[in-house]
């Protein structure tokens, strides 16, 4: 999956998006290496992905992705499958 500078073809570094209050909600950077960060509106760091594989994801779920994790913690999905109904 590319970055978002990636696919804007973005060659400088840092790349920010600010939302319209003045807030970073998205930063990139690259030093041979890339990084990318996601904020809340309150500003604080919700995702985090480096070019080493580290991810930290605390973006807000969804109601299908909670869904999705219930019912893999109830054992009704293993593996990505629907055992029961």
Not at 49 to 59: H, P
Not at 63 to 84: C, H, R, W, Y
């Amino acid at each position: 999956m590319k970055t978002i500078a990636q696919q804007l073809k973005i060659k400088e570094f840092p790349f920010q998006i600010k939302d319209s209050n003045g807030k970073e909600i998205y930063w990139e950077d690259s030093y041979g290496y890339w990084e990318k960060c996601e904020y809340h509106s309150n500003g604080n760091q919700i995702y985090y992905e480096n070019s080493d594989g580290a991810i930290t994801d605390n973006r807000p779920k969804t109601d299908v992705q909670k869904a999705i994790e219930l019912l893999t913690k109830e054992g009704l999905i293993v593996d990505g499958k629907i055992l029961k109904l």
